[in-house]
């Protein structure tokens, strides 16, 4: 995000997770995330990372591109998860990149049974 390759397209059940400056805060994004992490200290791989590349011909607006992280999260079983969705433009097309948690509220590990079925989803 510093270099302006990024910039913060959603989130979910997060704090603002910008600073009075209007910069990524880093810590606010980790408070949002600490009473997952606290409720479960079993799982040892907690924090999700996607990044969902549409096809360089598909011209996506802003909306489009919430409409579908949102879509893939809750097909994934994530829906109910604090996440951060970035949209990305360090190459030739913007993609996503979307940091969530693989635990719930209650300490339970997410399934991630879909992981390796996830292209079907776009």
Same mark, same amino acid.
């Given at each position: +995000?510093? %270099? ?5 397209? *959603?989130?979910?059940? +997060? ?10 805060? &880093? =810590?606010?994004?980790?408070? @949002? ?7 479960? !200290?079993? $799982? @040892?791989? $907690? ?6 590349? /549409? @096809?360089?011909?598909? %011209?996506? $607006? ?5 409409? #579908?992280?949102?879509? *893939? +999260?809750?097909? +994934?079983? *994530? ?9 990305? %433009? ?11 948690? !693989? #635990? =719930?509220?209650?300490?339970? %590990? &997410? @399934? =991630?049974? *879909?992981?390796?079925?996830? /292209?079907?989803?776009?």
């Amino acid at each position: +995000m510093d %270099k302006d390759e990024a910039e913060i397209l *959603y989130w979910q059940k +997060m704090l603002e997770p910008y600073d009075k400056r209007g910069r990524l805060d &880093i =810590d606010a994004c980790m408070e @949002s995330f600490r009473p997952y992490l606290e409720a479960n !200290r079993r $799982t @040892s791989n $907690t924090v999700s990372h996607v990044s969902l590349n /549409p @096809s360089p011909e598909d %011209k996506l $607006t802003d909306e489009q591109l919430r409409e #579908v992280a949102r879509e *893939y +999260m809750e097909r +994934m079983g *994530y829906g109910n998860q604090p996440y951060i969705v970035f949209k990305h %433009k360090d190459i030739s097309r913007e993609h996503l990149h979307i940091v969530s948690l !693989r #635990v =719930d509220e209650n300490g339970h %590990k &997410i @399934s =991630d049974s *879909y992981d390796l079925s996830c /292209p079907a989803v776009l």
